[in-house]
């Protein structure tokens, strides 16, 4: 598996609290993206970064924001948790490209009630 | 807007026959073409991609091909073992913003039964 951890692995909240994921990589590589999956949906672009402090929308972006202030470490803040959000968050990475092979981690399921 | 459609959603075979797992993609700029599997509770894995180039692709029991004129593509396992289930799910680029991103399909649940 690449060197991509994910944290936490799972996580209960309730609705209208913040919450933050964190990817961190060990493999030096230049793009990191979040992903939620859905039953149905299949995985769907949150936010992408393509190098340290240069991050861009994907097409379910509403109610989040990422930071990225190390080359290794991106994250995910849900500002006010609702339970649309409810979901299994990947963040994956890539070396070269977005059309390079995507890595990804092991997931957060996360709950908002 | 640009979507990627895979079908079946479920398949379920006995253990040493083939499954076909098959995908549209509405994008004709789209020149790059990674499926993954997924395992229960586990990120998705890549397992076999393709570009425009070329029109098959095999790695030994997977296959992929290409047609780009009808603007889809499958996912062929051969001589299917009880470790092959799990989700997969096919992908296809897609130029948004200056930038190629993937746009999945929704997934295909494979059971082989032994």
């Known amino acids: 598996d690449a060197g991509i951890t994910q944290s936490p692995r799972h996580k209960v909240t309730e609705t209208g609290t913040p919450v933050t994921l964190r990817c961190h990589q060990t493999e030096n590589h230049r793009y990191m993206y979040w992903y939620r999956q859905d039953p149905g949906h299949g995985l769907r672009l949150i936010h992408y970064?393509?190098?340290?402090?240069?991050?861009d929308k994907g097409e379910v972006s509403d109610g989040y924001s990422v930071s990225r202030s190390k080359t290794e470490d991106f994250l995910l803040t849900l500002e006010s948790a609702t339970s649309s959000q409810t979901s299994v968050y990947f963040c994956?990475?890539?070396?070269?490209?977005?059309?390079?092979?995507?890595?990804f981690g092991p997931g957060t399921r996360l709950t908002v009630l | 807007g640009e979507n990627v459609e895979q079908h079946p959603s479920t398949l379920s075979v006995q253990e040493g026959d083939s499954a076909v797992i098959k995908c549209t993609y509405s994008d004709s700029a789209s020149n790059y073409f990674p499926w993954y599997k997924q395992e229960l509770g586990k990120g998705p894995q890549l397992i076999i991609d393709?570009?425009?180039?070329?029109g098959e692709k095999k790695d030994q029991r997977i296959a992929v091909t290409l047609n780009k004129t009808a603007k889809h593509f499958s996912l062929h396992i051969t001589e299917t073992q009880p470790e092959d289930s799990a989700v997969y799910f096919c992908?296809?680029?897609?130029?948004?913003?200056?930038?190629?991103?993937?746009?999945f399909g929704a997934g295909t649940r494979l059971a082989v039964h032994p």
């Open positions: 393709i570009r425009s180039n070329v």
């Open positions: 992908a296809a680029s897609l130029i948004s913003g200056g930038y190629n991103k993937l746009i």
């Open positions: 994956a990475i890539s070396d070269t490209s977005w059309a390079d092979t995507q890595y």
């Open positions: 970064s393509y190098g340290v402090k240069d991050t």
